[in-house]
């Protein structure tokens, strides 16, 4: 019997009702929401995230609360078990990744340093 596969990523309500709102007011149509990791920045890696107009054949693709992300195959081990919320406070909003897979990240909060998970992580 095959086990259930673990998450690669959910959302928030919070952020899920952020996404649905921006894609709301999008230029164009949009068939979601494209979230990956690239090199960069002080601690090695940083999130991405794009409207894609369209899936590509690669892509996994996620639906949750409403909201479709679709992610690179190259950023899944690197997202797999991962929170996405987005917080407000006084000064600042924005959207947060709550990563197993992150060990550290730079002072200002834009890169982190991420290792690939061993896909074996439960729910």
């Given at each position: 019997?095959a ?57 996994e ?13 190259k ?17 600042s ?31």
């Amino acid at each position: 019997m095959a086990s259930a596969r673990p998450a690669i990523m959910r959302l928030t309500e919070a952020a899920a009702a952020r996404i649905q709102e921006l894609m709301s007011k999008a230029d164009r149509p949009v068939a979601g929401l494209r979230v990956g990791v690239k090199n960069g920045g002080c601690a090695g890696m940083a999130y991405t995230m794009e409207y894609a107009q369209q899936a590509n054949p690669s892509d996994e693709v996620i639906e949750d609360k409403g909201v479709r992300i679709l992610i690179d195959p190259k950023a899944v081990l690197f997202l797999l078990g991962t929170e996405m919320d987005y917080k407000t406070d006084k000064l600042s909003s924005q959207f947060v990744f709550n990563n197993p897979n992150q060990t550290s990240a730079c002072g200002c909060g834009e890169s982190v340093q991420l290792t690939p998970a061993n896909g074996t992580q439960a729910h």
